[in-house]
């Protein structure tokens, strides 16, 4: 049946006319007419890996962490902690609007360390963001609103896809400055300087704070001076994406060297903090977002804001995964377990490492595959092209993304070898 536009048709017959149209076609004026947005990389490839029903087939895919068996983890911290809670028959009364106190305080010791001098009242605002995402977009939207600068977010090139869509959708541009040297499999550090030294003075820039996604280079100690001392010639402001601090390398204190360092220069930053990986509480959506700040007068109006936003947002932080990490912050039985499970899944990451390289070696590959163990955290960058992979896909059921990222934890003592043939395959 055909409808006239509402705006044609006379008022008197317009409203009852309407109400008879069929629900479905309500609103096809314009329902009809969006555009069918891509679909998310990552977790379009777990649907499509899910629908496959071949064997053996292979997910390296997904950043979240397996054991060798290929199942999820959840640490035996964070089950006691859950005991602790449940028996203490706590209420699931709203947490306030930026976080619990207690939770923010543990927070701010366990990333910039108990005697920072930005630990401190007067130095930080924190509250308590929907994991590491939750937190990047209130930090962008407080930035859009507020930031006095270039609204530019300098991001590297290249990095998790969901940093480009984050700060587009929130109404921030990106751009990019060179991060991977493709040729050597590396960091590229002097492109990375080079374009930081030509940063229009007052932008933004983005840093992954250890185990860089997708790449798995990181700068060294000496390298991350070198690249503070640039960020403050440029008076950059500094977006740190702290996603893996203890995930990367086992060592809570070397993962968050990059951002030390920058705050101990009085680098002007806000640190974003994820507990998805660390604590395996993925799905809990926990994190703690810290600006840092020079008075109490500027953390009181800067909070100010930050609930306002918070409230146009989420409202709340959810309470349950904010507990378990504050259970586990302040029960040192518990915290030594996590420090001890930390160092077992950087580990067990680093085996998968050893053991792929020592596959590909086996086959008789003629490439060098050295950068794998070379790499930190969860991925590997390997220079397969888009047809190489797409060809793992549909031949061997090897689910990555097309851009060569490999989620090391999809490696197992199982597949490994089948992998390795299977990249030696569509590589020689
Ligand atoms: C670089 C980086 N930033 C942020 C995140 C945020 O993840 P979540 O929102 O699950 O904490 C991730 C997760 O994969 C990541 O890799």
Redesign the pocket.
């Known amino acids: 049946m055909f409808y006239l536009q509402k705006s044609f048709r006379p008022k008197a017959i317009r409203k009852c006319y309407y109400h008879t149209m069929p629900q479905q076609c309500r609103n096809i004026g314009w329902f009809a007419r969006i555009p069918r947005a891509e679909r998310d990389a990552?977790f379009g490839l777990v649907e499509d890996f899910q629908k496959d029903t071949s064997k053996p087939k292979v997910n390296l895919g997904i950043?979240v962490f397996r054991t060798d068996e290929d199942k999820p983890y959840i640490l035996k911290c964070v089950q006691k902690a859950e005991e602790k809670i449940l028996k203490k028959r706590m209420d699931k009364e709203y947490s306030p609007v930026a976080g619990f106190e207690i939770f923010k305080k543990l927070s701010m010791d366990f990333t910039f360390g108990k005697s920072s001098v930005f630990n401190k009242p007067g130095r930080h605002v924190t509250f308590q963001g929907?994991?590491?995402?939750?937190?990047?977009s209130i930090a962008a939207q407080f930035l859009r609103m507020f930031y006095p600068g270039r609204k530019m977010v300098y991001i590297s090139d290249p990095?998790?896809p969901?940093?480009q869509n984050l700060f587009n959708k929130l109404g921030l541009k990106t751009d990019t400055y060179r991060y991977y040297d493709a040729e050597n499999i590396s960091l590229d550090f002097d492109g990375m300087m080079e374009d930081i030294h030509k940063m229009p003075y007052r932008s933004i820039i983005l840093f992954?704070a250890s185990?860089?996604?997708p790449t798995g280079f990181d700068p060294t100690e000496e390298q991350w001076k070198e690249i503070t001392e640039e960020v403050k010639k440029r008076k950059l402001y500094v977006i740190m994406?702290?996603?893996?601090q203890g995930f990367a390398s086992g060592d809570l204190n070397k993962d968050a060297q990059s951002f030390r360092i920058m705050a101990k220069r009085r680098v002007n930053m806000v640190l974003?903090t994820?507990?998805?990986?660390n604590f395996g509480l993925?799905g809990e959506?926990v994190?703690a977002t810290s600006f840092l700040v020079d008075s109490k007068h500027e953390a009181d109006k800067i909070l100010s804001q930050l609930i306002l936003l918070i409230r146009a947002n989420h409202s709340n932080p959810p309470l349950h995964g904010a507990r378990i990490v504050e259970e586990v912050f302040t029960d040192p039985c518990l915290t030594k377990l996590w420090i001890e499970e930390l160092k077992i899944m950087a580990n067990r990451l680093k085996s998968a490492r050893k053991q792929l390289l020592q596959k590909l070696k086996e086959t008789g590959s003629s490439r060098n595959w050295d950068f794998i163990t070379k790499q930190i955290g969860?991925f590997s960058y390997t220079g397969l092209t888009k047809e190489q992979i797409i060809r793992l896909q549909k031949e061997f059921h090897i689910y990555m993304l097309t851009s060569g990222r490999l989620a090391i934890p999809g490696i197992t003592s199982k597949n490994v070898e089948y992998v390795a043939k299977c990249i030696h395959k569509v590589t020689s």
């Not at 994820?274 to 990986?277: F, G, L």
């Open positions: 990552i950043g929907l994991s590491g995402c939750g937190g990047l990095t998790w969901n940093h992954h185990a860089h996604n994406d702290n996603a893996y974003v994820s507990y998805a990986k993925y959506r994190g969860m």
